[in-house]
């Protein structure tokens, strides 16, 4: 079945920092990807997507590049503030067809960002 | 504005004791789902639903029952809860694959104990 395979964290960066959170997958077909964002005592929210391979989803300074040759969708943002501080989640959503509808999604990355 | 909304936000309960956690959209979407998450573990899907009186299971149905009986509303049932029930819990809802911006819209979460 698909599966989806993101960096452990807690990552801890100095605000100004650069950050990689990394995520790879694996699924048939080509799936669309996402990024979630999930503040404290909140659900998610969506960050960023790309749904083919070569896009590049960016929000709020964040960006992600969909990358069939190594099936991964990192995520970077050039400049981490204290406010950045949440739970990261990459996800696909395989391809309609066949009924099936199930969303996957990792095991989520904690970002803890110091002054 | 548009939104998932769960209740309650927190719920303790004891071993048996049968619960529902309700859920409702307001934008018109045909997709709901449901989901725990665990430390570690990450968001997996309990049910979802694509259509009223459409249900599937997902990865983790053992335990939960569901309905939907109207388009906005897709209640999650334990019949007989048990510890190792003891999680968050987050609804989700979204336009079908095809229909147009593929993006889950989560609530904000019901943290269930079973003691």
């Known amino acids: 079945g698909d599966s989806v395979t993101q960096m452990e964290g807690p990552v801890t960066l100095s605000e100004e920092a650069f950050l990689t959170i990394n995520c790879t997958y694996t699924?048939?077909?080509?799936?669309?990807l996402f990024w979630y964002v999930q503040y404290p005592g909140e659900g998610l929210q969506l960050l960023l997507k790309a749904t083919k391979a070569d896009d590049k989803g960016s929000n709020k300074g964040f960006e992600a590049t969909y990358r069939k040759e190594t099936t991964s969708f990192h995520l970077e943002k050039g400049s981490v503030q204290v406010s950045d501080s949440a739970v990261y989640f990459c996800?696909?959503?395989?391809?309609?067809?066949?009924?099936?509808?199930?969303?996957?999604f990792g095991r989520g990355t904690s970002l803890i960002v110091h002054p | 504005e548009a939104q998932v909304t769960q209740n309650p936000r927190y719920l303790i309960t004891v071993t048996g004791k049968k619960l529902t956690v309700t859920c409702s959209q307001n934008m018109n979407h045909e997709y709901m789902s449901w989901y725990r998450q665990d430390p570690g573990l990450g968001l997996r899907q309990i049910y979802y639903s694509m259509n009223v009186e459409v249900t599937d299971k997902g990865d983790v149905p053992e335990g939960y029952k569901v309905s939907r009986k109207e388009k906005r509303n897709f209640p999650l049932i334990l019949e007989s809860p048990s510890p190792n029930q003891t999680s968050l819990y987050f609804c989700?809802?979204?336009?079908?694959?095809?229909?147009?911006?593929?993006?889950?819209?989560f609530g904000s979460g019901t943290q269930l104990s079973v003691l």
């Open positions: 996800a696909l959503l395989p391809l309609s067809g066949g009924g099936s509808y199930i969303p996957t």
């Open positions: 989700a809802s979204s336009l079908l694959p095809g229909q147009g911006d593929e993006k889950l819209f």
């Open positions: 699924a048939t077909g080509y799936p669309s």
